[in-house]
């Protein structure tokens, strides 16, 4: 069974930076396509990243230049590194492979 | 980018209904298209990709159609599980978008 469990996530200042983590079983992260997606509060689903299997990495232009994504063979495991944080980063972020998704963590960026 | 405006935003139905949710693009993106359902506090949940074929698992009422920039996603018969917010989601490029989705209300 695939399971893809996300941690990282709680409340953090303006500025402040926080490391997502993505921990898969059933499915090896580093050989396929892997995204973020978020949702903010009440709100609809954002893209926010990609890494290809090859790993080539794009992201949303709310993100460019503050996040990065990334991923480690020997943990199978995803990662999504958020600097500089905005109020308007709050939201529950997912990793998705588009058929499999975590249950999501909540970042909150407040002062 | 690529802009997906899905309409209606909201949908008053009853069971039974043939429902119909479309989803344009802003230019082609081929039949680079998903769908997915989502209900409150949990993840969406993937119900057809590549525009029109239907996932493992996903009931047969569900269907999808479309190519280039219009694309419609059609549930013959309303069931009460299916009352859920529906997105559209291009990944035709590599900055995939989604659609403002379309929440399926119980008339």
């Known amino acids: 069974e695939v399971q893809l469990v996300e941690s990282g996530g709680g409340l953090i200042q303006p500025g402040g930076s926080l490391r997502l983590s993505c921990a898969a079983s059933?499915?090896?992260?580093?050989?396929?396509?892997m995204t973020w997606v978020r949702q903010a509060p009440g709100k609809g689903l954002e893209w926010v990243s990609v890494i290809y299997s090859g790993g080539n990495t794009f992201y949303a232009d709310s993100v460019k230049g503050r996040f990065i994504i990334s991923r480690d063979y020997s943990k199978n495991t995803l990662y999504l590194q958020m600097n500089s944080l905005r109020v308007e980063d709050t939201a529950v972020y997912y990793c998705t492979n588009r058929v499999y998704w975590g249950q999501g963590t909540l970042v909150t960026v407040s002062s | 980018d690529i802009q997906m405006t899905q309409s209606p935003s909201t949908l008053s139905a009853s069971i039974g209904d043939r429902v119909t949710i479309t989803c344009r693009a802003s230019q082609s993106i081929s039949s680079w298209l998903a769908w997915y359902q989502q209900k409150p506090g949990k993840a969406p949940k993937l119900l057809i990709s590549?525009?029109?074929s239907l996932e493992s698992g996903v009931p047969s009422r569900f269907s999808g159609s479309g190519a280039g920039t219009e694309f419609t996603l059609t549930i013959s018969s309303l069931q009460p599980d299916d009352f859920a917010t529906y997105y559209c989601?291009?990944?035709?490029?590599?900055?995939?978008?989604f659609g403002q989705g379309t929440k399926v209300e119980i008339k």
């Open positions: 059933g499915f090896t992260v580093y050989n396929n396509y």
């Open positions: 590549k525009a029109s």
């Open positions: 989601q291009q990944y035709n490029t590599n900055s995939e978008t």
